[in-house]
C-alpha cells in the first residue's frame, strides 16, 4: 500500500542554519510528491511540487526514485520557516486523492 | 483567488447530536475533501467526492456520512457524536490529481 513517512515529528533548527526535513515513500507507481505548510493561525497551503521543480520561499525538493525519497530544504532558516510540514503523495492516473505523512513541526531558534 | 469557506471556524456539540459541517468553493472543482487533523496522526481523509451526488470512502469513514447536492457543496455529518469525533476538520476541494486547496478548518468538541 502506499504511504508516506515523514520519521521527525518535530525539527529544532537555529536560525541561518540549514533545514532538512525528510519524507520517504513507498509507491509502485509513478507518483507526484508535494510538501505543504501551515503556518500558526493560518490554512493548510502548498508550498512546492515536485514536477515544478521551484524553489518557493527558499525552499527546494528533489525526487530521488531510487532513495524513494522526497526530502525538504532549506541552505539557511528564517525565524518565519517556523510551521507545521506535510508531505504528500498522488497517485498519477488514478484516483485524485492525496495522502499526506503525519507532518513535522518545525521549530526555529532565535 | 480560490475560496474554500467552512461554515464554522468553532463548534461545540454534545454526544449524540446530530451535527453538520458545511464546505462550500468557488472555484467550480470537481474534487471536494474531507479530512480530519491530530496532533501525531497527521491528515486522514474521510470521504471524497468527485461528482454532485457522487461520494467514496476515505480511510476513517466509521461515524460519518457525506452530501454533496450541488458542485460547489460539500457537508460532512456525524450521525451521533461521540467524544472521539473531537478535532479539527478540514475541507479541500482540486481540479485534478494536483494542489488541494484547504478551508481554514472546523474545531470541533464533542463533550
Known amino acids: 500500500a502506499q504511504r508516506v513517512t515523514q520519521p521527525e515529528k518535530l525539527l529544532s533548527v537555529f536560525k541561518g542554519a540549514p533545514v532538512e526535513l525528510k519524507c520517504n515513500y513507498s509507491y509502485s507507481g509513478s507518483p507526484e510528491l508535494f510538501w505543504y505548510v501551515q503556518y500558526s493561525r493560518q490554512r493548510l497551503q502548498l508550498l512546492l511540487r515536485h514536477i515544478s521543480r521551484e524553489s518557493i520561499k527558499g525552499f527546494t525538493a528533489d525526487l530521488n526514485k531510487g532513495e524513494t525519497s522526497f526530502h525538504l530544504k532549506k541552505p539557511f532558516a528564517q525565524e518565519e520557516d517556523s510551521a507545521m510540514y506535510y508531505c504528500a503523495l498522488s497517485e498519477m492516473n488514478r484516483d485524485d486523492k492525496i495522502i499526506f505523512g503525519k507532518g513535522t513541526r518545525l521549530h526555529i531558534l532565535p | 483567488d480560490v475560496k474554500v469557506t467552512q461554515s464554522s471556524r468553532y463548534l461545540v456539540k454534545r454526544t449524540g447530536e446530530k451535527v453538520f459541517l458545511e464546505c462550500v468553493q468557488d472555484m467550480d472543482h470537481e474534487n471536494m475533501f474531507w479530512y480530519r487533523q491530530d496532533p501525531g496522526l497527521g491528515l486522514r481523509l474521510i470521504y471524497f467526492?468527485?461528482?454532485?451526488?457522487?461520494?467514496e470512502k476515505g480511510d476513517i469513514p466509521e461515524g460519518y456520512s457525506v452530501s454533496r447536492e450541488k458542485k460547489e457543496r460539500f457537508s460532512l455529518i456525524l450521525e451521533s457524536a461521540s467524544t472521539n469525533q473531537t478535532s479539527m476538520y478540514l475541507c479541500a476541494s482540486s481540479r485534478d490529481a494536483g494542489e488541494q486547496y484547504f478551508g481554514p478548518g472546523t474545531r470541533l468538541t464533542v463533550t
Open positions: 467526492s468527485y461528482d454532485v451526488k457522487m461520494k
